[in-house]
């Protein structure tokens, strides 16, 4: 009789687990949870009324994602990304991501381009940082999705994700990102509905470059202490205070 009620009670486990893993990786992307933040697991299991183990399950795979770090004792706290951690991922995005949309300009369907119209539309129209954010992860996800490759989608996904709560400080850093950066969407879209891969990949690669640079911007201004200064670049290889962290970018 036991070991049935165990396999019973498994599901209901590995749901309560996905659950708690998405409530808590959707505040830490949108910021509801600052970087820094100490995540209790007895606080965290009380307030969506699930076990701790669930909690704890949960905690490390953010952590192997990169969304959390675990202490010795076991604690999680919101992974503060550094400068250079955010360089790597910006880095690695733009290996990989150029792939994707020049596979995107050459499988996307009519329905994919016509979303992918619409949101660059959104995001045209749009004055809120956060919500010009959001479209502009939706965005991307359509036009890695329409590469049609699920690992290469996965990775860039985690990739996309890590750095989304720090594309609205890009936009605040520099007034006229934004416009720039739809600019740069347009470019993707036509290259895509051209069916020409390798201006696609190009215009994918530039956009990508233009939003680290403006997050260089951002930083610089911040080891200052002062306003952004547009145009120049942290010292050491783009990696100001040597790499340290710092909360929020």
């Known amino acids: 009789m036991h ?15 996905r659950r708690v893993k998405q409530l808590l990786q959707h505040a830490i992307v949108s910021g509801g949870i600052p970087a820094g933040t100490r995540l209790v697991q007895s606080s965290i299991a009380r307030e969506l009324a699930v076990g701790t183990r669930q909690v704890r399950d949960a905690l490390r795979e953010l952590a192997a994602e990169g969304f959390v770090r675990l202490d010795a004792r076991g604690a999680a706290v919101v992974h503060e990304l550094c400068w250079s951690d955010l360089e790597d991922l910006y880095q690695i995005r733009m290996l990989l991501e150029p792939l994707a949309t020049a596979r995107a300009a050459s499988l996307a369907s009519r329905e994919s381009v016509i ?4 949101l660059l539309a959104a995001m045209e129209s749009e004055t809120d940082a956060e919500r010009w954010a959001g479209y502009n992860s939706s965005f991307h996800r359509v036009i890695d999705e329409s590469g049609n490759s699920p690992r290469l989608l996965a ?16 936009v605040l850093a520099v007034p006229d990102r934004a ?60 990696r100001p205070n040597g790499g340290a962290c710092v909360r929020g970018l």
């Open 179 to 238: 416009r720039q950066a739809n600019a740069e969407h347009e470019e993707i879209v036509r290259a895509v509905i051209a069916r020409d891969p390798g201006a696609a990949a190009d215009a994918m690669l530039r956009h990508l470059d233009g939003t680290l640079s403006a997050l260089n911007v951002r930083q610089l201004g911040a080891d200052q202490g002062g306003a952004p200064a547009a145009g120049r670049r942290p010292r050491g290889r783009g």
């Open 115 to 118: 979303h992918a119209v619409e």
């Open 3 to 17: 070991r049935p009620t165990q396999a019973a009670a498994a599901p209901g486990g590995l749901l309560a687990r």
């Open 155 to 170: 990775i860039l996904e985690n990739l996309r994700e890590l750095s989304a709560r720090y594309i609205r400080h890009s």
